[in-house]
């Protein structure tokens, strides 16, 4: 818009310069066609309509009616432009607010879950564990569907929610730490560690979500120059931060999988069990336990430790 008008006042100005004799602009019944007063002329035609000082005669006032309409349509314009930008702004506040309450919700049911979780795994409750989990990855597919569809259809990210964002980063990776815990319980079946599993790889997999759609946000180019400045410098900081966030998440997560991957559980008792050959030890082939762990993916010693708890408990041999 700036550059039609822009454009517009330089084409009147030439004209009015260079117009022949009763076709220009006249001040006191003489021809003025310079250029400074030509440009004055289109100036104040184009914002104020004009003082009077200056009359266009002839074709000249075809001209001017045009920089008349031109002129009211560029106010009309700005003006509505500047009404659609405080609506919009005003929409956009609230918007903002509703998903940062949603967020903050979110966060606190996570917690909730968490402090139960922590109970239950401290009285080596299994069910509880097991009930809790579930009901954890149901509000965690929540969770990502909505932070999935305002990322992509609401610029969830790109102002203002950035704080509840990073809150409920810092409670997800603090609800890792009793999900990895819970499946070192040796009471875990194979059901519950199924679970452990989905939920762990939906809280990694919602992190990085958050993380990929602030690093890759686009900033909406209105405001001014410190603002756009500023803000740029704040998404960097917390990219950064959130970065290291992610990487001890995997980390702890990691650390966490290892640790229980030393830990017989019922879980792994149940996959051993089910690889073991019918029949008596002594007829089974002879390094059979090496078989087993290639199957399960688990260590020799591990596949043999598992297979003497087994037959402690009276559960091998297996029946024909």
């Not at 009793?178 to 790889?201: C, F, H, K, N, Y």
């Not at 992190?207 to 803000?231: P, Y």
């Not at 008596?280 to 087993?292: C, E, G, S």
Request: charged share 20%.
């Amino acid at each position: 818009m700036w550059i039609v008008s822009v454009f517009v006042l330089l084409a009147s100005t030439i004209y009015f310069a260079t117009a022949p004799e009763g076709h220009g602009i006249e001040q006191a019944g003489a021809q003025k066609s310079d250029l400074l007063d030509a440009a004055y002329f289109s100036v104040v035609t184009l914002t104020s309509l004009g003082y009077g000082d200056y009359l266009p005669v002839g074709v000249g006032r075809i001209v001017t009616c045009g920089l008349v309409f031109f002129g009211l349509a560029a106010v009309a314009l700005f003006i509505g432009k500047l009404a659609s930008e405080r609506s919009q702004a005003t929409l956009f506040l609230l918007h903002t607010s509703d998903r940062d309450r949603r967020l903050s919700d979110f966060s606190a049911a996570m917690a909730g879950v968490r402090e139960k979780l922590c109970i239950s795994i401290d009285n080596a409750n299994v069910n509880d564990v097991s009930r809790l989990v579930q009901d954890l990855n149901g509000k965690l597919e929540g969770v990502s569907n909505y932070v999935a569809f305002h990322a992509h259809h609401s610029s969830l990210g790109v102002y203002g929610n950035a704080p509840a964002l990073n809150r409920m980063l810092i409670e997800l990776k603090a609800l890792s730490r009793p999900i990895v815990g819970a499946m070192s319980l040796p009471a875990i079946d194979t059901e519950s560690q199924r679970r452990l599993d989905v939920a762990v790889g939906r809280i990694v997999s919602l992190v990085k979500l958050v993380i990929e759609m602030q690093s890759n946000r686009v900033l909406d180019w209105t405001g001014t120059v410190l603002t756009r400045i500023g803000f740029a410098k704040a998404t960097t900081d917390i990219s950064n931060a959130q970065r290291k966030l992610e990487n001890g998440l995997l980390a702890e997560i990691e650390l966490g999988r290892r640790k229980a991957a030393t830990v017989i559980t019922e879980a792994v008792l149940a996959q051993v069990l089910s690889a073991c050959p019918a029949g008596p030890l002594q007829n089974w082939p002879r390094h059979d336990h090496k078989r087993i762990a290639v199957e399960l993916r688990l260590s020799n010693k591990f596949v043999t430790r598992a297979i003497e708890k087994l037959r402690v408990l009276g559960r091998l041999p297996k029946a024909k």
